[in-house]
């Protein structure tokens, strides 16, 4: 069963993830890229994976009516990664949050899928304001956030001792 389409751009589908995509976030979670830029999530087995989705994304859906969705290459309906705005309790404003498998970077799909769920977000749910964070040093996703607009604001702390780079985003 796949998940409600979101969004669809030139060369991706954005779509509602379900628990039937918990082999692919067990891998996307596990990347060391994730778990150096992202963090470690503890996520080990297909099970851990089935309840991030069902705690994370589909609690969203539920609580809000947008969090992370499965980007989808249209083309191969191979999954590259997430992306959509997410409202964490400690950020005054959602935030935009993206990441793909290292195989996919440096094609232009992480600005393509930001920028479309950005404009969703805008259009559809009336969100104004849009904020990004970064681990400290993460040039790449810095350069997508600035192509999309978004300034540098400042440092805050994302949880006790994790700095990380707020970023904003007014229409």
């Not at 498998?101 to 977000?121: C, D, M």
Request: aromatic share 6%.
């Amino acid at each position: 069963m796949s998940g409600a389409q979101v969004v669809t751009t030139e060369r991706l589908v954005l779509r509602h993830l379900t628990e039937d995509d918990a082999p692919f976030i067990l891998t996307l979670l596990n990347e060391p890229s994730w778990l150096k830029y992202i963090g470690d999530r503890g996520v080990r087995d297909l099970d851990g994976a089935s309840g991030y989705l069902r705690d994370g994304p589909l609690a969203s859906y539920a609580r809000h009516g947008h969090g992370l969705d499965l980007v989808v290459e249209k083309a191969s309906g191979a999954p590259l990664g997430i992306c959509g705005l997410l409202k964490r309790d400690h950020l005054p404003a959602p935030d935009l949050g993206f990441a793909l498998r290292p195989a996919h970077w440096s094609q232009g799909f992480a600005r393509e899928a930001a920028a479309a769920a950005l404009a969703h977000g805008r259009a559809a749910l009336g969100i104004g304001r849009v904020l990004a964070i970064t681990s400290l040093d993460n040039p790449p996703s810095i350069r997508v956030l600035e192509k999309l607009g978004f300034r540098f604001e400042r440092i805050v702390e994302h949880t006790p001792g994790d700095p990380v780079r707020l970023f904003v985003n007014d229409p």
